[in-house]
């Protein structure tokens, strides 16, 4: 009986490694207690990748169905409206990160058409996530610093 549940659970975890369930969302759960809305489909990824601590950088870009649920969600999380990306210090982190990154300039927000939303991690106050939210073209763009 037990290399029947072992069968089984390897086969699941196959499964799910092959299909790519979970994703990122949760990721942005465990480190930042946000849940994106159904309807997130995660289009493009990049990060300065693997550390014994997981630390670095990270910026993935969602296509929404409903730019709108996710406004809704990002301005709970936050306890305040998004701001304009455009008119903050926000834009220009983002633009550093991204840099680093090497990510192409297609793959980055226009900051002038989005709002933006911050936090800084629990753990470590060096620790931030950057969100901007294209509302006119469906996308959020998530930037993440880990130290």
């Known amino acids: 009986m037990n290399k029947r549940i072992f069968c089984a659970l390897s086969a699941l975890f196959c499964i799910v490694l092959l299909t790519g369930c979970g994703g990122y969302g949760p990721v942005l759960r465990a480190n930042w207690d946000l849940t994106l809305p159904t309807g ?51 834009a220009d982190l983002a633009e550093e990160l991204l840099t680093e990154l090497e990510v192409a300039a297609e793959e980055r927000p226009d900051y002038g058409k989005c709002l933006c ?17 294209d509302g006119g073209a469906g996308k959020l763009y998530v930037v993440e610093r880990f130290i």
Do not use: K, N, P, Q
């Open 117 to 133: 939303w911050s936090a800084v991690g629990a753990g470590d106050s060096r620790d931030r996530i950057l969100l901007f939210l």
């Open 40 to 90: 997130c489909r995660e289009v493009y990824e990049t990060d300065s990748g693997e550390s014994f601590h997981g630390d670095g950088e990270r910026y993935h870009v969602f296509s929404l169905e409903d730019a709108g649920a996710v406004e809704e969600e990002l301005t709970a999380w936050a306890g305040e409206a998004g701001r304009d990306a455009a008119d903050t210090e926000m």
